[in-house]
């Protein structure tokens, strides 16, 4: 059984708001969900799987359920951070081509701008059997992140202005988005004079924290061929756990170099056949060791790939993240991969912002990575389609 | 500033670790059925599965495998900053996440020689840090 074509991303919403202190939690999931019903002209009454992450309070999925009043016969929780999203399309794609789920709502909300959670501060390692041996020597988001990039640069030579550019092409797409947290433009000297959080991580190199969510409704070909709005195919879908390897980590890869292929083989597409992707981008140096893991271009050559210019919707051979993505429009829960999916289907229908809007845009890559490349991570990897 | 020192909370399969380093000594897990130096420490192989572990005196001698020296960060870690935040490749194998300390933070490099240091913590035992060796 293969998932090529046998699920369609027929609503998918993002929530325009970055700073929501009047709205709770399980409010902000059903703004999300109720944008992505009305998008894919369904009705609540219409759902019967519902998958959530690691953002969804209280009892996760049964909270939720409760809370929303949806009637469901699949339920799936996935925590693999800001990945999850994209593993939650795979489960459901796998779902719906077995016939066991028509219609699947997959939700991301969070509020850790007004909320006040502090920046890469978490709580998830309590108990875990790393703990004791990895939470002692302050390692924050950025440092382990940091410790990526630091070696990707002893191996490869890879420098701080390649690095920028990842930003740099960012903040271009974002000044058209009139949502994204951050609009304006920057340049490299810009990203390479902001304040040093971790070395050789700038203020810049990093991604937004902000307010709100999205979500995705995924149906069978059945339930979309009722539908008035253009659904996008799923083509491939892949996933991966990489993690310390018994002290053996190697900080240089990520899961993609696993997740990729699986999805590009499922798809029957190689990464030349792309004309846009969506690449989780909590870090500059995140998307570079992801390009090169999804085959964009070779091991150690993705800080001279994006510093060609090629990520940029203006001429780039790889436009990516056109609406500004996490380091510039938005951040929701800070988990990155719903956004991802979402900007790519607005590409495939066309709908991106008009100024880097790809043009002819047939086939999409969106790319998640969770935890850290410091140490754990869910990557999870799909390619969708503008038809079949 | 001195870091903190934040006490670990020891548990069945990695008391002997922390016992270890509260007498100044790095003791290591390794798998007597495949051999394998087991990091982080625990009672089962990751490699082989296998669950017949014994512990051994490791040298404390490793190699910086990646380094940061962190700047800016929020509570008391911030308040230490700058200091480095490293991965040591152990002369035994494993790569583990450590500080490195008593060195200046723009001097240290990947692939600098380190030893290993044992700092006691508030009120649980010691942690294992690392500073340029000789």
């Not at chain 1, 701080?160 to 974002?174: C, F, G, M, T």
């Not at chain 2, 035994?92 to 290993?116: F, Q």
Request: some cysteine; hydrophobic content about 40%; glycine content about 12%.
């Amino acid at each position: 059984m293969t998932i090529r074509g046998a699920s369609l991303i027929a609503g998918a919403y993002e929530h325009p708001g970055r700073e929501l202190p009047d709205r709770t939690l399980p409010q902000i999931h059903f703004d999300v969900a109720a944008g992505a019903l009305a998008d894919a002209g369904l009705d609540w009454s219409d759902v019967d799987a519902y998958y959530s992450a690691g953002d969804a309070p209280g009892f996760g999925n049964l909270s939720m359920a409760d809370y929303l009043g949806l009637d469901l016969t699949d339920v799936a929780a996935t925590e693999t951070g800001g990945s999850s999203y994209l593993v939650h399309i795979q489960h459901a794609a796998a779902a719906i081509a077995a016939g066991q789920v028509k219609v699947a709502l997959i939700t991301l909300a969070g509020n850790p701008r007004s909320g006040g959670a502090a920046p890469g501060g978490s709580a998830r390692a309590g108990g875990a059997p790393e703990a004791g041996f990895e939470n002692q020597f302050g390692m924050s988001v950025p440092g382990g992140y940091a410790l990526a990039a630091a070696r990707h640069m002893y191996e490869f030579g890879t420098t701080s202005e390649q690095l920028a550019e990842v930003k740099v092409a960012a903040s271009i797409h974002a000044s058209h988005n009139p949502h994204a947290f951050l609009q304006d433009q920057v340049t490299v000297e810009e990203v390479l004079a902001s304040p040093v959080i971790s070395d050789p991580l700038h203020r810049l190199d990093c991604c937004v924290i902000t307010d709100g969510g999205g979500a995705l409704v995924m149906v069978a070909p059945e339930v979309a061929a009722d539908l008035d709005r253009h659904c996008i195919p799923v083509l491939g879908t892949g996933t991966a756990v990489k993690h310390t390897v018994n002290g053996r980590i190697d900080l240089t890869h990520t899961g993609a170099s696993r997740s990729g292929p699986l999805a590009f083989a499922e798809a029957g597409l190689t990464p030349s056949d792309i004309d846009y992707v969506s690449i989780y981008d909590s870090f500059t140096i995140t998307v570079v060791i992801t390009l090169e893991d999804l085959g964009f271009c070779d091991k150690g050559a993705g800080g001279r790939f994006v510093a060609e210019g090629n990520l940029r919707a203006d001429g780039g051979r790889l436009p990516f993240n056109t609406d500004g993505g996490g380091l510039c429009n938005n951040h929701p829960a800070n988990r990155g991969g719903m956004t991802k999916v979402i900007e790519a289907v607005r590409q495939l229908r066309g709908e991106a912002n008009p100024a880097v809007q790809v043009a002819d845009c047939e086939l999409a890559l969106a790319h998640g990575t969770g935890g850290s490349l410091a140490t754990r991570m869910g990557s999870s990897t799909v390619i969708m389609g503008r038809s079949l | 500033m001195s870091l903190p020192n934040p006490s670990p909370r020891p548990s069945s399969e990695n008391q002997r670790f922390w016992d270890a380093t509260t007498e100044n000594r790095l003791e290591l897990p390794r798998c007597r059925s495949c051999g394998l130096v087991i990091w982080y420490p625990r009672e089962i192989c990751p490699d082989c599965h296998g669950t017949d572990i014994e512990w051994f005196e490791a040298s404390g001698q490793g190699t910086v495998y990646s380094c940061t020296t962190t700047r800016r960060m929020p509570g008391r870690w911030g308040g230490a900053a700058p200091f480095v935040l490293a991965y040591v490749e152990l002369d035994e194998g494993p790569r583990l996440m450590t500080n490195i300390v008593d060195c200046d933070p723009d001097e240290i490099a990947i692939g600098d020689r380190v030893e290993a240091v044992f700092h006691p913590t508030e009120d649980g035992p010691a942690l294992v840090r690392f500073r340029p060796a000789g």
